[in-house]
């Protein structure tokens, strides 16, 4: 009986040995620390291991999350060390490291945190994939405001008046426009973008959101953004008279303002396309070079400011030169959707004989996010 209890006893204690052996080693050995200034973009990460230390394994973890830890061979060279990681680190991420040595891992090193890639880039939260492609579709209900004579006449809106109207053309319009970031991150002070926009019924419209003109659109537009919005749009294109394109390129210039909680982008534009109305003789050319202010990121997202030159060939009498604005305010209404009010000014320089403003109160869908996996 005493023979059998003396080796339980020494079983239980050969275990014990074996499963503190691991914590002990690691209870000797020594953190490493991270070297350098980990930034945006990086897939190198370089440390330095306590001295007379060697190893052939080490732990990379993001954000102290131990799902996000990965096991890499690393390059030693003396007490230094390089890892190459699988993925690309992000700004705003925090990063540490640990090393396998005498049969037990060492402690984390101090975490650091991932910086811009440039001081004047912004820095917050990253979607996993960080998509550089967005599509979107809207719906709004346009108001031809202020449109000169001319302007109403190559609309095919009748020009039986002379001078200015207000207020002369409601109806809804509809469409969808596409970016892809050639060159940077979301977050990269400086950004390449290519776009382009399909506008449906943008100066000619037979259909209303709701059934009588005299009743306001806006708010019946508020409410296409359920089960009825896809009809809707659908009806829209289906019966436009006149269909707009304009397709151009972008580049962000620098971050104003990149510690406030409302950052901008500065930012370089040109665009060109064209107008095609229903019963005209041919295209309506026009193209604008300018420059913009921009809203990244937030509530406010993609809300800008842009104004430059141009040319306008539905005003024939004076196509060049003359000056564009646009205003584009977006807010959040729920979800992947969003409201928006947009303001479009065309006017010729510096007569100002010829001049349109457009109003659109509309709805915009974020195709991107509502197939997001």
């Known amino acids: 009986m005493s023979c059998r209890i003396s080796r339980v006893l020494s079983c ?8 503190v052996a691991p914590a002990a080693a690691q209870a000797d050995l020594a953190a490493p620390r991270i070297t350098g200034i980990p930034r945006d973009g990086d897939r190198v990460l370089a440390g330095q291991l306590p001295a007379s230390t060697s190893t052939n394994l080490v732990a990379v973890r993001i954000d102290l999350t131990d799902t996000a830890t990965t096991t890499l061979t690393p390059t030693v ?11 690309l680190l992000r700004a705003g991420q925090t990063v540490d490291v640990r090393y396998f040595a005498n049969g037990g891992w060492s402690p984390w090193s101090d975490a650091v945190y991932v910086q811009p890639r440039a001081p004047s880039d912004l820095l917050y939260s990253y979607d996993d994939d960080d998509n550089p492609f967005e599509v979107a579709a809207f719906i709004g209900a346009s108001m031809d405001q202020f449109a000169s004579a001319e302007d109403r006449a190559a609309a095919g809106l009748g020009s039986d008046a002379n001078g200015v109207n207000v207020n002369t053309h409601v109806h809804m319009t509809a469409g969808f426009e596409m970016g892809y970031r050639l060159i940077g991150h979301a977050h990269s002070e400086r950004q390449w973008w290519v776009f382009s926009r399909a506008i449906y019924a943008v100066r000619s419209g037979e259909d209303l959101c709701t059934s009588a003109a005299a009743e306001p659109q806006f708010p019946c537009v508020l409410r296409q953004s359920g089960s009825d919005a896809l009809p809707a749009l659908s009806r829209i294109i289906q019966d436009a008279h006149s269909f707009e394109t304009i397709s ?9 303002q990149a510690a406030s909680q409302t950052p901008v982008k500065w930012y370089a534009f040109g665009q060109a396309g064209a107008i095609l109305l229903e019963g005209a003789d041919s295209a309506k050319n026009q193209w604008t070079v300018g420059m913009g202010l921009r809203i990244p990121e937030g509530s406010f997202k993609e809300t800008r ?3 430059g030159p141009g040319r306008s060939e539905v005003f024939a009498s004076h196509p060049w030169p003359r000056w564009k604005v646009h205003g584009f305010l977006a807010f959040p209404i729920a979800g992947s959707v969003r409201g928006y009010a947009e303001i479009r000014t065309d006017a010729d320089v510096p007569s100002f004989r010829t001049i349109s403003l457009f109003t659109v109160l509309g709805v915009h869908y974020e195709i991107g996010d509502l197939v997001k996996k």
């Open 12 to 19: 239980t204690l050969l275990l014990l040995a074996i499963a």
């Open 77 to 87: 060279e003396g007490s230094a060390f390089t890892a190459s990681l699988h993925t």
């Open 248 to 256: 151009g390129v972008r580049f962000d210039i620098a971050t104003l």
């Open 305 to 307: 400011v842009e104004v």
